[in-house]
């Protein structure tokens, strides 16, 4: 009887001191939510390896091989042995030079994976992983020459792995501290015991902190001796160009990457040229030497490094190298300036305007272009009109070259897209110009560069497959496919043209990877013979109307010009004399010609009416850095590379093995509620080829709150299969008593692609939030705990991303949009309240039972402002539950992620619907500013009106209830420690209405939200 009346007495106690924790179970299952996880998704981010936001097309169908050698890994799927065994043996031929060099040897075995199943041409250093993604395509960039392209990528990325590995300033295992501190809204309502985050920073310490032009400077330099990279004819025309133009990258502009092609491969030449420039004059070790000292912890800077190891600071160091390549430039061009050759520009409004062709009659100009872009990668095809002076966009992304039909009426092009499995391809599209719908003419082909015979009859293409290029011949509907080439060496085929009588073609040719040359062949695939073979770089070879001639492009000079051969004669005559360089001719039936030149802000499209001769001694050039001899001598060497032949066989190959990478950490201090730092790490692992990983993080305050997080991914399966564990624990206290509060969530589902832009997500979670008091009584203490909420939700998530890639579309995105998709069911339980158990004398959990579904959608559309600079963003948020709930399961529609007009709480109810307008404007750009560790780059304002309501009736409200608010926002982008992305925002919002709600007044007051993270909250 005594223990049935104790148990009364401490369920009525507890009853009084859960009432007064009500207020804390709202807010535990928002922050749990939303953002308490945004300081997580800020650090995967910059860490895990996304395709705009997307989870990765995996790829089952791949069988993985591997080769191992003394000091390298090679990872490689079925249809790549060629690449592997020529990247296994180069890795090994170049391993003691550049180890030598940086006095620096990895502590592991590093691991090269070898890819080809997209049309995609890259290498990618991981040099906390230990770790080297290689594409087996031959890289075909419109601003680099020309070379052995797996001799030059595995050396340029082992590079990375060594010298940015001497430049580490703590171990591996350790590549980044994070400071970070969030703040949370006063909050009025007194069931509600903070308010939602209104300011988070996320601030990372780099663990290697080197500029980017240094970075990449030494791995395209190499050592001396290596030559696999060299300083060629486009490297030359780039930096040239830029120097003579006063256009060169500033110090502060050289350390991060920009926002264009051409910004982009600034910082790549001209830290080529400077490194360079530190090896002729300084000594090759000083190179090491400043790698090393950026290792010392105490040292952010580059300049302080330089005044270290040169006796100068970096801007010393810039504008004596300056000075430099403007003597040399200057007198190198004095013959071709005075003598430079005429022409008409009738295409210049963008970086990137390549391959332009005449239609037959020669009214018309097809090329392709970024305009609008910026990227040499986002072309469209457009049409030029020499009537009407007026430039039409045809077609969107398409690439390399295209070409009209016989009779004018289709465009026949090569487009990437995806075809099974995922893959990013290349395939034939004919444009019909009439009706301008587009017919897919090859599937899954990898075809490229095509173009139509003279009689209509025929198409020939390039398709490639282990880095190797072949020709295709195919009918005008993409049948009847005939391979008339014969590569499997790494050869590479460019710009193929039929001549008049559509018998022979006429295509360049890299062989070894050293330069191009032109090749003539029988459709048959018989009788190959080359018509110009030199030392040079000869390219983009067009046959004349009439079949008697060549046109071609080459840098026999040091500078790219158009060149005329004679078939008959066998003689070459120059038609230009340029600067910059003059590429891609297209002839004409009246002998006109327009091409592509390289000038000032990038590639044009321009024309001459009457060609005429040019003469040898009007286009002598010079460079500072190089001899036209010292380009034959670097050529002679690369072709006595024997990529077939000469390749070394590692006998038999391992399955692949699930290999792990050192599990790295970032440790983490983070000021948080209550006024406490928290005290952990992040961590995250995989396997070489990503088919398993884990991020996962864990923090601890004095008073032991404490954050917990792992999420698994395993990608062996079409979707990606994930587990996610979040676990927090809360303390506080209130009069006599103690509260504690665990809440655990597990989500499970899969990922799957649904296409470029698309992905969706299944899933299925679990939430269990418990709490517990203690508090004294007479004396003695008491314990009590509970679990107040119990659910479980089965669902779908669907998004959809298209942000057209433009120089500002960061910080003022003006193309594009966003979608985002969510349908749920959730069954849950949340505590009605206590019984006491009859025979036991317990007191137990009483629950109401939820069962509902649950919709939000959200769409961000971003449009044109008046500039290129400007931006508009409207969006739409909803979402409906469609039972009732406690108002635990509510929507909330304040705070950063709502109405920023009022606070997080302050509206709520079972159904939203929010409408947003801002307007953007880019204030400055590339600002050149430095603060200490900070590169500031763009800053722009924006100004937003938003309204929206929240409500538990069936019925919509009136407008007029609709809450309304405005405010600007302040914008910046810039990067910390070089390499680390980073935006801060600042708000100033108003809401211009009043209303009560839990007997509280909102409205009508300003409010101020700030950030700096990875990325803008919106």
Same mark, same amino acid.
């Given at each position: ?125 991981? !040099? ?53 501190? $969030? ?9 509600? $015991? ?10 990372? %310490? ?65 830290? #080529? ?16 030497? #400043? ?16 005044? *270290? ?18 003597? @040399? ?44 872009? &910026? ?7 457009? #049409? ?18 295209? @070409? ?43 075809? /490229? ?27 005008? =509907?993409?049948?009847?496919? +005939? ?36 090749? %003539? ?26 079949? /008697? ?12 010009? $158009? ?118 790490? !992040? ?5 070489? #080829? ?47 008593? +103690? ?15 649904? &296409? ?19 508090? *004294? ?25 298209? $942000? ?11 193309? &594009? ?57 409207? &969006? ?55 603060? @200490? ?62 209303? %009560? ?7 009508? =007051? ?13």
């Amino acid at each position: 009887m005594w223990k049935m009346f104790r148990a009364g007495y401490i369920f009525a106690e507890c009853m009084r001191k859960i009432k007064l924790t009500r207020k804390w179970l709202q807010l535990q299952l928002q922050l749990q939510n939303k953002f308490s996880l945004l300081i997580l998704l800020a650090f995967v981010f910059v860490f895990v390896p996304l395709s705009g936001q997307m989870p990765e097309y995996n790829h089952p169908e791949l069988t993985w091989k591997t080769i191992k050698t003394e000091h390298f890994e090679v990872h490689f799927h079925n249809g790549t042995l060629r690449t592997a065994e020529l990247v296994a043996e180069i890795a090994e031929e170049v391993y003691p030079q550049i180890t030598e060099l940086y006095n620096f040897k990895p502590d592991t075995k590093v691991h090269f994976i070898i890819k080809d199943y997209d049309d995609n041409s890259n290498g990618a250093s991981y !040099y906390y992983d230990n770790k080297i993604e290689i594409w087996a395509p031959p890289m075909n960039f419109h601003l680099r020459g020309t070379h052995n392209w797996l001799r030059d990528v595995v050396t340029h990325e082992f590079t990375h792995i060594v010298s940015l590995g001497a430049a580490m300033k703590f171990t591996r295992r350790i590549p980044a501290v994070y400071l970070q501190y $969030i703040s949370y809204e006063k909050e009025k309502r007194k069931d509600v $015991i903070h308010g939602y985050p209104d300011r988070i920073v996320s601030l990372p %310490v780099a663990g290697t902190s080197v500029p980017m032009w240094f970075a990449e400077g030494m791995a395209q330099y190499q050592r001396k001796g290596i030559d696999f990279d060299w300083w060629d004819s486009f490297r030359d025309m780039v930096l040239r160009d830029a120097v003579l133009n006063n256009n060169m990258l500033s110090p502060a502009e050289m350390e991060v990457f920009g926002s264009s092609s051409l910004r982009n491969e600034l910082v790549y030449n001209q830290g #080529l040229a400077l490194v360079t420039y530190i090896s002729r004059f300084y000594g090759e070790e000083k190179i090491a030497e #400043l790698a090393q000292a950026m290792g010392s912890v105490k040292r952010m800077s580059f300049s302080s490094a330089c005044k *270290k190891v040169l006796g100068k600071t970096e801007k010393q160091l810039y504008s004596e190298w300056k000075a430099w390549l403007k003597s @040399g430039y200057k007198k190198g061009t004095e013959k071709i300036r005075q003598n430079l050759s005429g022409y008409d520009m009738i295409f210049s409004e963008s970086s990137g305007n390549f391959y332009p062709v005449f239609n037959s009659d020669g009214s018309k100009v097809l090329f392709l272009t970024n305009r609008g872009s &910026g990227y040499f990668s986002v072309l469209n095809l457009a #049409l030029y009109d020499f009537e009407t002076g007026k430039v039409e966009i045809i077609a969107q992304y398409a690439d390399l070259t295209a @070409g009209f039909s016989p009779d004018n009426k289709k465009i026949i092009f090569g487009r990437k897209h995806r075809v099974k499995h995922g893959s990013n391809v290349f395939d034939l599209f004919v444009l019909d110009l009439k009706t301008r719908k587009e017919k897919l003419l090859t599937r899954n082909q990898r075809a /490229r560069s095509p173009v139509w015979s003279a009689d209509g009859k025929k198409i020939v293409c390039v398709t490639e497959k282990d880095g190797t290029s072949n020709l295709v011949l195919m009918d005008p =509907e993409g049948k009847n496919r +005939k391979q008339i080439t014969d590569f499997s060496c790494g050869e590479k085929i460019y710009t193929p043209r039929f001549f008049p009588q559509s018998n022979k073609i006429v295509f360049t040719l890299s062989k070894n990877g050293v330069g191009r040359d032109i090749a %003539v062949m029988d459709i048959s695939g018989e009788n190959f013979n080359y018509l110009v073979k030199t030392l040079n770089d000869e390219r983009d070879a067009f046959p004349s109307p009439d079949g /008697r001639y060549i046109y071609f492009s080459s840098d026999a000079t040091g500078i790219f010009n $158009i060149y005329k051969y004679d078939i008959k004669t066998h003689t070459t005559e120059q038609l230009t004399n340029v600067l910059g360089g003059a590429f891609m001719p297209c002839v004409n039936s009246k002998g006109e010609i327009v091409f592509s030149l390289f000038h000032d802000t990038g590639y044009n499209i321009a024309f001459i009416k009457s060609p005429s001769g040019v003469s040898g001694a009007s286009s002598s050039y010079l460079s500072p850095f190089w001899k036209k001899t010292d380009a034959y001598i670097f050529a002679e060497k690369a072709e006595k590379y024997d990529d077939c032949s000469d390749r070394k066989s590692f006998g038999n190959y391992s399955d692949y093995e699930m290999t792990y990478s050192k599990m790295l950490f970032f440790p983490r201090l983070v000021y948080d509620f209550p006024g406490e730092i928290k005290a952990g790490a !992040y961590f995250t692992g995989s396997d070489v #080829l990503d088919r398993f990983s884990v991020i996962g993080g864990a923090a601890i305050n004095r008073i032991k709150d404490a954050d917990i997080f792992s999420v698994f991914t395993y990608r062996r399966f079409a979707p990606t299969l994930f587990l996610e564990i979040y676990h927090q624990i809360r303390h506080t206290s209130e009069l006599d008593s +103690k509260f504690r509060f665990d809440l655990t969530e597990v989500d499970l589902g899969g990922d799957i692609r649904l &296409g470029t832009r698309s992905a969706l997500r299944t899933f299925y979670s679990f939430t269990r939030y418990n709490a517990g008091m203690t508090f *004294k009584d007479r004396g003695i203490e008491h314990k009590f705990t509970y679990t107040y909420h119990i659910g479980n939700r089965i669902g779908l998530k669907y998004q959809y991303i298209k $942000i057209t890639p433009a120089r500002f579309s960061r910080i003022a995105p003006n193309s &594009g949009l966003k979608t985002y998709m969510l349908t749920e069911h959730a069954w849950n339980r949340f505590l009605k309240g206590f019984e006491v158990n009859s025979n036991y004398g317990t007191i137990v959990e009483q629950y109401d039972k939820y069962s509902f579904n649950r919709y939000e959608l959200k769409l961000v559309k971003y449009l044109p402002g008046l500039s290129y600079r400007h931006g508009i963003m409207a &969006g739409l948020k909803a979402g409906v539950v469609d039972a009732p709930v406690d108002d635990f399961y509510n929507f909330f529609a304040g705070g950063l992620d709502g109405l920023k007009g009022y606070p997080f709480y302050s509206i709520e109810g079972t159904k939203f619907l929010q409408f947003d307008f801002s307007y953007r404007a880019v204030l400055f750009s590339d600002m050149k500013l430095r603060m @200490g560790f900070l590169q500031l780059r763009d800053m722009a304002l924006s100004m937003y009106a938003q309204a929206g309501n929240a409500w538990s009736s069936k019925n919509l409200p009136d407008m007029e209830s609709f809450k309304k608010d405005a405010g600007v926002q302040f914008r910046l982008t810039m990067n910390a420690f070089y390499s680390f992305p980073m935006c801060f925002y600042f708000d100033v919002s108003y809401g211009f209405d009043k209303f %009560v709600n839990k007997k509280q007044q909102y409205g009508g =007051e300003y409010r101020t939200y700030m950030g700096l993270m990875f990325d803008f909250p919106d």
